[in-house]
């Protein structure tokens, strides 16, 4: 890295504003927690290195390829109650390392907020400075959830949530920049070299990956609607086992979870709608609710607008 990083920051006012968590690149994410969508995103840029740093206060579920050519870290710096990555618990401190083009499925409860570092894999003997000897032979074709002892942990992302806002906010001296855009790197192959000495790549435990395959079949945008005895019987599994796996992966029970994908999916219909024929009845119905007056108090309750304000912003 040759440059000092630029930062932009800009506020989170709804679930699709997080739509980008690593700059220019696109994931699936959804709310399952009700109430208005807040927080803030950075991103930083210097020569082909991305940096994210954000905050958000509702549970969310975020899922697909972070980057096509890039690796990604990202590092859960804090969270109020239960996190996953890929399927594994996961902590402050917790870094997970994508490959480019790999997928990652994520879930976050409550208040959380989140770093990440995206590179080219070639440049990262170069990258990570005094840490680089270390990752000239590793590989990061492979994903891995890394661990680190709780001191590390602790202490990286304590100085990451310190350092990014302020470097943000701030105008700094050339030298500064680049000597605090160093640093922002280095915290992060602290961590990552740890987990390559000791890869812990944990296997997703049961009830997770009921959860994530309940996901690939109703898929992001819901083009069919399913019923949970059709999810039951095409994963051959009892109401009572899928009940309990999303109770503990996602903290709500699968119908809820449904119900929240649809509200999701029906808020993606009605920010593309086209009029005359994309009305809000119509919207709902097609969304698998026949009564609209309940689908706009679940629709306010969730996003905190109702449908309609969200359809006029269209046009």
């Not at 902590?91 to 409550?110: F, I, N």
């Not at 208040?111 to 170069?126: N, T, V, W």
């Not at 990956?209 to 992001?220: K, S």
């Amino acid at each position: 890295m040759t440059s000092a990083l630029s930062f932009q920051t800009k506020p989170l006012h709804f679930i699709e504003d997080l739509q980008q968590p690593v700059k220019g690149y696109d994931i699936d994410i959804e709310q399952f927690e009700a109430g208005a969508f807040q927080g803030s995103l950075i991103h930083g840029a210097a020569d082909d290195v991305l940096v994210s740093f954000g905050r958000f206060n509702r549970g969310v579920r975020s899922r697909g390829i972070w980057s096509g050519d890039k690796v990604v870290l990202g590092l859960l710096v804090g969270c109020s109650q239960r996190a996953t990555q890929r399927s594994v618990d996961a902590s402050p401190g917790s870094l997970v390392c994508c490959p480019a083009g790999h997928e990652h499925d994520s879930t976050y409860r409550g208040h959380s907020s989140f770093a990440g570092l995206a590179f080219d894999a070639r440049s990262a003997p170069s990258l990570f400075g005094s840490y680089g000897e270390r990752l000239a032979d590793a590989d990061l074709r492979d994903f891995v959830h890394v661990r680190p002892p709780q001191e590390l942990g602790d202490r990286v992302t304590a100085r990451l949530a310190r350092i990014v806002p302020r470097l943000a906010a701030a105008t700094l001296s050339e030298a500064g920049a680049r000597y605090w855009s160093r640093a922002i790197v280095e915290a992060f192959a602290a961590l990552l070299t740890t987990g390559l000495r000791s890869p812990e790549r944990d296997r997703p435990i049961p009830s997770a990956r009921i959860v994530r395959q309940v996901g690939d079949l109703v898929g992001p945008n819901l083009s069919q609607l399913h019923h949970i005895s059709d999810i039951c019987r095409a994963l051959n599994v009892s109401r009572r086992t899928l009940h309990r796996a999303f109770d503990d992966v996602v903290g709500i029970g699968p119908v809820t979870y449904l119900r929240h994908k649809r509200l999701n999916a029906a808020r993606r219909a009605l920010q593309t709608a086209a009029p005359p024929g994309q009305t809000v009845t119509r919207i709902a119905l097609d969304h698998g609710f026949d009564d609209v007056g309940r689908f706009c108090a679940y629709y306010q309750n969730m996003f905190g607008e109702y449908p309609l304000n969200t359809l006029k912003k269209r046009h």
